[in-house]
């Protein structure tokens, strides 16, 4: 999904009311979900709910055991949004490849096989743990990208714990340029925050620092 929308000013926002933001600023989004869209990441149609409940048993097993909790989490939530596709290619195929190709997926935004990245696992282990064939997950993997959309780094699939770490999930257009949100002011972060563009407010960090 790609942003339909464009910011309006602060004193469009709800609870804004007399909060008007300066009209030097103009902020845009850059990527591809709001944060605070989290409840809907977990919405699966109930005809996808036997095939949901199949693979996130497959990938919560192998997370649980190898990973950590933030790829589970983040692979349920893959899950469900392939399940919302219409049609999902979850409809057809094994479950095991399936999960083993949403775990790969992730590890390719998150770069999982590198060992300077943690958690660290290779390919060829994490087809061992799900006890399926490389090729099979490449291709798995594949049509989960090209349905999703998802890229290294993609802000939406990124681990909790590696946001700090994402350029992208800090920018933004302000006034026709890219920028960093972090770098900005005050006032701008707040928008960009109200809207669920960025995770916490860099200056408030800075203040208790």
Known sequence: MHWQWRNKLMSDLPGQSGRALPH????????????????????????????YEKIVGLTD?????????????????????????????LASGQPRTWACGIVY???????????????????????????????TVHAKARVIEETLGTRPFDPQWTLPSLVERNPLVWMAEVNGLLVDLRDMPR???????????????PAHRKDRS
């Open 24 to 51: 030097r600023y103009r902020v845009y989004p850059v990527k591809a979900i709001s944060m605070t869209d989290r409840a809907r990441l977990y919405t699966v149609p109930k005809i996808m709910l036997p095939v």
């Open 61 to 89: 097993n192998v997370c649980d055991k190898h990973l950590n909790s933030e790829y589970r989490d983040l692979a349920r939530a893959m899950t469900a949004a392939l399940c919302r596709k219409r049609p999902s290619p």
């Open 105 to 135: 997926a992730l590890g390719r935004v998150n770069f999982l096989g590198d060992k300077s990245f943690s958690p660290y696992m290779t390919t060829a282990d994490l087809c061992t743990a799900f006890e399926v064939g490389e090729s």
């Open 187 to 201: 006032d701008v972060q707040e928008i960009a925050f109200a809207r669920g563009l960025i995770p916490y407010i």
